[in-house]
């Protein structure tokens, strides 16, 4: 069955979907874990940086991180200690300027950046030979990961894949965070995106970088200034369209989760799919409340282990 009920059901002021986002980034952190960080160049010249757990394993798990994220973002930190509980080895991808120094190129990452995923799982493939990989994406991870296992179709060497809280049609993203409460949300990524974009442009003049100046207020605004025409589309219409992961589902072909909540604060349920929509191999499992990355419960990180939990079962499920 392609949609499922979740089974994940908070109580109390946890029912609160801004308390789920807000409290799970900066309350309910998890324990710390030690990882190893290496640079790697890439192809067009540019490099990527990744931090992997040190344990030896045949089940390799390929993290992308969301928005302005990293390795000590507390959704990473919480699933490598899960990951590691289920006998798996993970691997965090940094997006191009995500790891603390700005990348080379005037190039950076996006929301359907499924190229540099696309090299990344063939280089986690030839480096661990013999191991299964399968990779999961928060948020923007999720967005871009899911565009890739459509474009990739029957080809993908994943063996499965679990997107947390893509946001599926951006469009309807970008807007609603420009409404009411959610405006807090947008000026704080937009900050950090600010900051990264600066710091690469005062780094690197020679690239020729547009100021991201304080009136690219909106997400509308910045990724029509910027994140398009850096990345090659013809605008912010040209860039929604085609990088919206929704359009992909269909095209799936291998054991695949979406975790959405209804109440995520950073989109609407008009991004839901149908079930309709989804491939074969795909189930969206919805959850009522949860926010946004958040889905605490009983004082837990629940999602934590629930991500950890659906890998395992996708290697039982393999064998």
């Known amino acids: 069955m392609p949609i499922i009920k979740s089974q ?25 874990v030690s990882t190893v960080r290496e640079r790697i160049d890439t192809p067009d010249g540019d490099f990527i940086d990744i931090n992997y757990t040190p344990n030896s394993s045949n089940d390799i798990v390929a993290l992308f991180h969301g928005l302005a994220g990293g390795v000590d973002s507390p959704y990473i930190q919480g699933v490598l200690a899960e990951f590691a509980a289920q006998g798996f080895k993970a691997v965090v991808m940094h997006w191009r300027g995500c790891s603390g120094e700005p990348n080379r190129l005037a190039r950076a990452y996006h929301s359907g950046a499924s190229d540099d995923i696309d090299w990344f799982i063939r280089y986690l493939r030839t480096r661990f030979e013999g191991t299964n990989v399968y990779a999961a994406g928060y948020s923007l991870g999720g967005n871009a990961l899911l565009k890739y296992l459509g474009e990739a179709g029957n080809d993908c060497p994943l063996k499965g894949a679990m997107a947390i809280s893509p946001p599926l049609v951006l469009a309807e993203g970008a807007n609603q965070l420009d409404t009411g409460f959610a405006k807090i949300y947008q000026r704080h990524l937009l900050n950090l995106m600010r900051q990264q974009h600066e710091s ?27 994140t398009a025409p850096i990345h090659g589309f013809t605008g912010v219409d040209d860039y929604y369209d085609r990088c919206s992961a929704r359009q992909y589902l269909s095209s799936i072909s291998m054991p695949t989760r979406i975790l959405s909540a209804r109440d995520d604060p950073f989109f609407t349920e008009a991004i839901l799919p149908k079930a309709s929509e989804l491939s074969a191999s795909t189930t969206l499992e919805i959850a009522e409340n949860g926010g946004h990355v958040g889905f605490l419960q009983n004082g837990k990180r629940w999602l934590d282990q629930h991500v950890a939990q659906v890998f395992a079962d996708f290697r039982r499920d393999a064998s």
């Open 8 to 32: 994940f059901a908070p109580t109390g002021l946890l029912i609160n979907p801004h308390l789920q986002t807000v409290l799970a980034s900066k309350i309910f952190k998890p324990v710390s």
């Open 200 to 226: 690469k442009r005062l780094r690197y003049p020679m690239l020729n970088l547009v100021e991201a100046h304080t009136g690219l207020n909106t997400f509308w605004k910045f990724d029509d200034a910027i």
